[in-house]
Structure formats: C-alpha cells, structure tokens
C-alpha cells in the first residue's frame, strides 16, 4: 500500500488559524461556514449538521488540545482536511477534560471509508509529539501552519 500523504488533502485556503473562540456548537457553525465557503460543493448548514450527529455519537476531543471532527459527507469530490486554531482553546468534551484550540477536520466522500480511516491514523501519529504541537500553537499564518504540517508528514515514514 502506498504511503499517504498529507500534501494531497491539505489546501492553505482550508487553513484557518484564528477562529474565534464559542460553543462547541458555535465553532462546528463557524469552522463549517468557512469550509463551505472554499469548497463549492459543501453547505455550511448540511456541513455543521454531519459534524453535530458525528460529535453526538462520541466527541472527537482526544486530549492534549487536540481535537479531530470527521464526517463523511455526500456529495463530496474528494477528500479534504482543514485545519483550524482557536486561542484560547474552547470547552470540546475532551478526554482530558481541557479545552482544545488545535482543530485537523477530516471531511470525505462516503465511498472513501477507508481512505478516511487511513488519514486519521496518519494525523494521530503525526501529532503525538508535544514539540510538534506546540510549534503550530506558535505558526504564523495559514502558510506556516501547512508547512510545518507537511515537515512532519515527511518526517514520519510509516
């Protein structure tokens, strides 16, 4: 099997890294509105609402600021990741606990199940290092944020 890479689902226009901060409620809407708004084929509304029934099956907070929101979304082309940071953090039903300010939403097309499997494990292992986490915290810009994402993705061969 091939080796995944980032470089192929990441776009700087997908890159958000000063979302304001809210409800957990209130950032799926706003993350979702700006995902809608560089993705044609997406509407913030059905977007915000895949996302709400998958965190109310279990939240995607995996602790340590992290959180990863994944759906399968109809109608989608192709599979994408965005990548958000709200300072401050927000309250997100945690396995910590603690609130989380780094967001890698994973969206795909419902007929790439397993790709989709695939490109979680590869940013679980990719963010499992404290250095690596707190240099995104540190990232200036979308542009920072991508390059340093794709670093550690050349970094971790698997």
């Known amino acids: 099997m091939p080796t995944l890479r980032l470089a192929e689902y990441l776009r700087e226009d997908l890159v958000f890294p000063d979302l304001p901060t809210g ?3 209130e950032f799926l809407e706003r993350l979702s509105a700006s995902v809608a708004a560089a993705v044609e084929e997406l509407a913030g509304d059905d ?3 895949h996302l709400a029934a998958r965190e109310e099956q279990q939240s995607t ?3 340590g600021g992290l959180a990863l929101p994944h759906a399968m979304v109809p109608g989608l082309r192709q599979t ?3 990548v958000a940071r709200v ?3 927000i309250e997100f039903a945690a396995l910590d606990g603690e609130p989380a300010d780094l967001f890698f939403l994973l969206l795909s097309p419902p007929e790439a199940a397993h790709e989709h499997l695939r490109i979680l494990a590869r940013l679980a292992r990719i963010l499992d ?3 690596t986490l707190t240099r995104l915290r540190a990232a200036e810009g979308a542009a ?4 340093l ?6 970094r971790h061969v698997y």
């Open 149 to 154: 994402l794709l670093d550690e993705d050349a």
């Open 80 to 82: 994408l990741v965005a």
């Open 144 to 147: 920072e944020l991508i390059r």
């Open 23 to 25: 409800s957990k409620s």
């Open 47 to 49: 977007l915000a609402a």
């Open 129 to 131: 290092f404290d250095s």
């Open 61 to 63: 907070g995996i602790g």
């Open 87 to 89: 300072p401050g953090g």
